[in-house]
């Protein structure tokens, strides 16, 4: 009974302290401190956005990418050096994520206007909702107040991010042990839909898998073949790569997810019926990805007097 009272009291504690960290941040953390800076992040997405339509899809994923490791603390933009295991050599970055010199850019325009007031962590937040806006995706109020980590951790990139191959079971654990539910698991992926993936991620699918649509398989076998290729990309979506809409539920509906770990969101499990809500109702996915992003926004935040505000993301002051 002792040790039972015992957990509840921490798992009480851990609850205040989460509690404490989301209240203070907030949409309107740097009205005063820095009013401009949300306007300035949004345009140097834009202007990235604009020049490489691509990125709207980075930069969503570098914030899912970011978030699962260690927390939203900007991590995931920390260069290798003597005391730091950059993230971005972990399997899940390494060659495929992309968007730092965006952050970066971003982070020396505001620093030119608020000098050491503005966080890594928080840019990169803004930066995934603008991207989605720009390409026709949900906006929503970001919350601000993060600061940025001082370490970064390949293990734990390593062990902790999603991959391609991974079941269903096994994909909604990982989200669960970070707050999220099966259902902001299905409407986060379903940013998928501007994504783009590497040969070597989808070829096991369509070559050996059963559930997979034959059109489908045969085209996307043009590009990459049975061997070679390893680094041929191909976009998720065939039909609307470029936009953010819910044609990404609607394929995996007919068997045309092209990764394995898109694909077991549709597949007798107990997400189809979230999938087939959003192929109906691209107004509810819309609402459950802003609200998604928000909840994962809050994973792990540093705030208040712990880490530190970096004058540039890819290194510790």
Same mark, same amino acid.
């Given at each position: 009974? %002792?040790?039972?009272?015992?957990?509840?009291?921490?798992?009480?504690?851990?609850?205040?302290?989460?509690?404490?960290?989301?209240?203070?941040? #907030?949409?309107?953390?740097?009205?005063?401190?820095?009013?401009?800076?949300?306007?300035?992040?949004?345009?140097? +997405?834009?202007?990235?956005?604009?020049?490489?339509?691509?990125?709207?899809?980075?930069?969503?994923?570098?914030?899912?990418?970011?978030?699962?490791?260690?927390?939203?603390?900007?991590?995931?933009?920390?260069?290798?050096?003597?005391?730091?295991? @950059?993230?971005?050599?972990?399997?899940?970055?390494?060659?495929?994520?992309?968007?730092?010199?965006? +952050?970066?850019?971003?982070?020396?325009?505001?620093?030119?206007?608020?000098?050491?007031?503005?966080?890594?962590?928080?840019?990169?937040?803004?930066?995934?909702?603008?991207?989605?806006? $720009?390409?026709?995706?949900?906006?929503?109020?970001?919350?601000? =107040?993060?600061?940025?980590?001082?370490?970064?951790?390949?293990?734990?990139?390593?062990?902790?991010?999603?991959?391609?191959?991974?079941?269903?079971?096994?994909?909604?654990? /990982?989200?669960?042990?970070?707050?999220?539910?099966?259902?902001?698991?299905?409407?986060?992926?379903?940013?998928?839909?501007?994504?783009?993936?590497?040969?070597?991620?989808?070829?096991?699918?369509?070559?050996?898998?059963?559930?997979?649509?034959?059109?489908?398989? #045969?085209?996307?076998?043009?590009?990459?073949?049975?061997?070679?290729?390893?680094?041929?990309?191909?976009?998720?979506?065939?039909?609307?790569?470029?936009?953010?809409?819910?044609?990404?539920?609607?394929?995996?509906?007919?068997?045309? =997810?092209?990764?394995?770990?898109?694909?077991?969101?549709?597949?007798?499990? @107990?997400?189809?019926? +979230?999938?087939?809500? $959003?192929?109906?109702?691209?107004?509810?996915?819309? #609402?459950?990805? =802003?609200?998604?992003?928000?909840?994962? =926004?809050? +994973?792990?935040?540093?705030?208040?007097?712990?880490?530190?505000? /970096? /004058?540039?993301?890819? %290194?510790?002051?």
């Amino acid at each position: 009974m %002792a040790a039972k009272t015992g957990e509840a009291a921490f798992m009480f504690v851990l609850f205040l302290v989460s509690v404490a960290c989301q209240a203070q941040l #907030s949409p309107t953390f740097y009205d005063t401190s820095c009013p401009t800076a949300t306007s300035t992040i949004r345009r140097a +997405i834009r202007r990235a956005i604009a020049s490489d339509r691509r990125m709207a899809a980075s930069l969503i994923r570098l914030h899912f990418h970011d978030c699962f490791v260690q927390g939203c603390d900007a991590s995931i933009l920390l260069d290798e050096t003597s005391s730091i295991q @950059s993230e971005k050599t972990a399997l899940g970055n390494m060659n495929s994520a992309r968007g730092y010199n965006v +952050i970066e850019n971003a982070k020396t325009e505001v620093e030119k206007i608020c000098p050491g007031v503005v966080s890594c962590a928080d840019i990169i937040a803004v930066a995934a909702r603008d991207a989605s806006a $720009y390409v026709g995706g949900p906006s929503y109020a970001v919350k601000l =107040g993060r600061r940025d980590s001082t370490t970064a951790s390949r293990t734990l990139a390593n062990a902790e991010l999603p991959a391609f191959f991974e079941d269903l079971e096994s994909l909604i654990s /990982r989200f669960q042990k970070k707050g999220l539910t099966a259902r902001d698991m299905v409407a986060l992926s379903g940013s998928h839909t501007l994504g783009q993936a590497q040969c070597f991620t989808f070829r096991e699918r369509i070559y050996n898998h059963s559930n997979v649509d034959a059109g489908f398989a #045969s085209t996307r076998r043009r590009r990459c073949p049975r061997v070679g290729s390893d680094s041929t990309l191909a976009p998720l979506d065939l039909v609307t790569p470029n936009s953010f809409d819910n044609n990404y539920f609607k394929n995996l509906m007919q068997n045309k =997810g092209l990764l394995q770990s898109d694909q077991v969101l549709f597949n007798g499990g @107990s997400t189809d019926s +979230i999938v087939s809500e $959003y192929s109906r109702n691209p107004a509810k996915f819309s #609402s459950d990805f =802003g609200s998604a992003m928000i909840k994962m =926004g809050d +994973i792990g935040l540093l705030t208040g007097s712990s880490g530190q505000i /970096r /004058r540039i993301c890819s %290194a510790v002051n």
